[in-house]
């Protein structure tokens, strides 16, 4: 059998719902045929049909997902390609223990474990880390943005829940989501084609096309690969003030390249590049008190986003380790806009303005970033299996935050306090009268390890830390009103801490249908100097790193032959010196450090395929995320003790139900659902009298139905099928309380072409 007919013939077997046993018999003869080495026979495991259970998970060290001593899922590309998803808004929150705070592509959070101080942007780093084929996309101190990855031609996303600081670094406290997307195959050619149109209400038609196309230039030796992309997602809400319907409208476009070189059998150099542009016309918040689907604004509230990643990968086999070498360099840009016309007449009154033209604050800034990664991993299987290695993170950032409005330089020549000739100094672009702009240097730097001792047949010891530094310097220059008539104002901060973090669990492989762990982990984030920035009240110098200890009890078991599958994991975790997230009552956010909570969850997750035509996913979490002492908030009031962490729910739920019917054009229905209870989107919210800012409690529900034509599969779908508002994130804005609601009810049609 040759090598292309075995990979068509997979592709066509996973999109038919074949059983793995199938599929591992087909590896077997691809091994046999290529020289490469042979997978096990097939067993329980396989005859489950569980693509999820055979992927190979990076975390430093290969190993089977449900090998691993802790929290940890992945989604395959297949998975991903049969229940549409495009971006993590269609399937992180179908796993365990997470709770996706959707917003707008590249700016939603994901909220792992409750470990979060708001289910928006956090002021410096983020407690979830993002990496894509192990670069980390998170750079030290605040992140400029993170991309959305596309899930066209990704292998899988690999969910890590509680603190992977030992092998991922900082940003990682709560957990890390990883994307690995496809490289280049040397062994044969390939190419696919998706193309989706769909209809949401109250919005125009969407559209979005994307291709991949896979060329070996030298059998065994090298290949190429390209993917590119564009979507264009028509807005649903309508903004009154500005008098766009359909305001909200965001296009994602880009794509990603690689190139694979093997000179030798020992030796593998790999470059992989993501570009990816995000514009959103306008805020994707309705606003309180007006109608379902009405914002209102004097100005459209956009936000682009530039994200472009390279990297240089060296796989050297030494024979009894692998040496790994990965290089990164990141270019990074995001630009805001929020009308701030609300707040309009304050300054005329307190500057002896005239001001009429809408009022608005732009911030965002641009970044650049390296990073290197060497280690050295033992080869898998041994009594010892290890791996220790080194990192280095650095990054410079030019923030800016801006306020402005049309004539304003003509405002203050005409000012009693400032008088003729002061517009042309204060705003000498003609609009711009007070800005903050700071330059960013941040350093990461760290030493890491972690070994699994099998001493025992049924036992395994892991053991490993990370020892780091972390330093950032913050620059900051301000003009307009604010100085004039005097030389721009500056003011410096620093902030540098190190530390070590460890990791240690123990695992007992009852029998190859029960393994049982326990774990002990901690994670840790930069700390973040404030500026002052247009806030007129003072805000405190910043915040400090924070650090979490996790601990967990895990079990993962497989019954009926292996056709039942169920996880649970019970975990509690202490939070100390928390970086909050908050916000003056004009609305500018800021850094500080508070208090104590802790988190305490199970969490469920089940598998059942009776047969190769029935597949039932179900997962619940429960957990409880909450402020161990009281929490003075300034200009806001106490949270007291107890009080619910921001962005997370005690309670979500997942279901996905997949039938296949066999027969011709293979055709097969999905069905899902997902539950999130209420909880809060800040922290404010918990201060007695304060205005609640909910968000939560709500059903979502999906059906997708797939046919197979040969090599194309068409399918329908349709989500939000109850057409639901359910509010995934609250925020106060100058113009009023704004809430993040679900995509109202969309229906579509898929087609995916596969050579």
Do not use: C
């Amino acid at each position: 059998m040759s090598k292309k007919s075995i990979r068509t013939f997979r592709r066509r077997a996973l999109r038919r719902g074949l059983g793995l046993s199938s599929l591992l018999a087909m590896q077997i003869a691809a091994a046999q045929s290529t020289g490469a080495p042979t997978p096990p026979a097939a067993d329980s495991e396989a005859a489950a049909g569980a693509g999820q259970e055979r992927i190979q998970i990076i975390g430093k060290r290969a190993s089977q997902a449900r090998d691993i001593a802790g929290a940890v899922s992945a989604v395959s590309g297949e998975q991903l390609e049969a229940t549409g998803a495009q971006s993590l808004a269609d399937y992180i929150q179908r796993e365990p223990g997470v709770v996706f705070n959707n917003y707008q592509p590249g700016v939603s959070q994901v909220v792992i474990r409750g470990i979060a101080t708001s289910s928006g942007n956090v002021q410096g780093q983020a407690t979830t880390g993002y990496f894509l084929n192990e670069v980390p996309l998170t750079e030290p101190g605040w992140t400029i943005a993170v991309p959305d990855i596309d899930t066209f031609d990704l292998a899988r996303v690999e969910v890590l829940r509680g603190p992977q600081g030992t092998l991922f670094g900082s940003a990682s406290m709560g957990g890390a989501i990883q994307y690995v997307a496809n490289t280049a195959d040397s062994h044969a050619f390939d190419a696919a084609l998706q193309g989706t149109v769909s209809r949401t209400r109250n919005a125009d038609t969407a559209w979005s096309g994307k291709a991949m196309l896979n060329l070996p230039i030298k059998e065994d030796v090298l290949a190429v690969r390209g993917v590119v992309q564009y979507r264009k997602d028509p807005g649903w809400l309508d903004n009154v003030g500005t008098g766009k319907d359909g305001a909200n409208t965001t296009t994602l476009s880009g794509g990603r390249f690689s190139a694979v070189l093997t000179p030798s059998r020992d030796t593998t150099i790999s470059w992989l590049s993501l570009i990816q542009d995000t514009d959103s016309d306008d805020n994707a918040y309705r606003i309180q008190g007006l109608g379902e689907f009405e914002r209102n604004t004097a100005i459209s509230e956009y936000t682009d986003t530039r994200v472009a990643v390279h990297s240089l990968r060296l796989e050297q086999n030494l024979g009894g380790a692998r040496l790994s070498a990965i290089y990164a360099h990141q270019d990074k840009q995001q630009d805001w806009r929020f009308d701030y016309t609300p707040v309009r007449g304050a300054y005329n009154a307190d500057l002896d303005l005239d001001l009429t033209s809408p009022l608005y604050i732009k911030s965002g800034g641009e970044s650049r970033s390296d990073s290197l990664e060497v280690r050295l991993a033992s080869q898998p299987g041994g009594t010892l299996d290890w791996v220790v290695g080194a990192m280095y993170f650095d990054t410079d950032k030019k923030l800016y935050e801006q306020i402005g409005a049309q004539g304003a330089a003509a405002a203050f020549d005409n000012s009693s306090l400032y008088g003729p000739g002061s517009g042309a100094v204060i705003a000498p672009d003609g609009e711009i009268f007070n800005a903050y702009y700071t330059k960013v240097k941040g350093r990461e730097a760290a030493l890491f390890g972690e070994a699994t001792w099998s001493f025992a047949p049924q036992w395994k010891l892991t053991g490993g830390g990370r020892l780091f530094r972390t330093e950032a310097d913050y620059d900051q220059t301000s003009v307009g009103f604010s100085t004039y008539p005097g030389d721009p104002a500056r003011s410096s901060s620093d902030v540098s801490e190190s530390g070590f973090n460890p990791k240690l669990s123990l695992a007992y492989e009852a029998s190859r249908d029960l393994m049982v762990y326990a774990l002990a982990s901690e994670g840790f984030r930069f700390g973040t100097p404030n500026v002052q920035g247009l806030s007129a009240y003072p805000v405190p110098s910043g915040s400090k790193s924070d650090s979490l200890r996790n601990y967990e009890l895990g079990l993962r078991s497989r019954w009926a032959d292996g056709r039942l599958l169920v996880d649970a994991t019970v975990f509690h975790l202490d939070w100390s010196d928390i970086q909050l997230r908050l916000q003056t009552p004009d609305y500018i956010n800021y850094a500080a450090n508070g208090g104590k909570a802790s988190s305490d969850g199970i969490e469920l997750s089940t598998r059942w395929r009776p047969n190769d035509r029935f597949d039932w996913q179900a997962t619940v979490t429960w957990q409880k995320a909450r402020l161990e002492d009281e929490l003075f908030i300034l200009w806001s009031g106490t949270a007291p003790s107890g009080s619910r962490l921001p962005g997370s729910s005690d309670w979500t739920v997942s279901n996905l139900l997949n039938v296949h019917f066999g027969g011709d054009y293979a055709p097969m229905l999905s069905l899902s659902h997902q539950f999130v209870s209420g909880g809060y989107s800040d922290l404010e919210s918990s201060v007695p009298g304060a205005t609640k800012h909910r968000q939560g409690n709500y059903n979502q529900f999906d059906a997708r139905l797939r046919v197979s034509l040969g090599h194309t599969d068409l399918t329908l779908f349709g989500t939000n099928l109850t057409d639901k508002r359910g509010v995934t994130r609250t925020v106060a804005e100058a113009n009023g309380v704004g809430e993040a609601v679900l995509r109202p009810r969309t229906f579509g049609l898929t087609a995916n072409w596969h050579f």
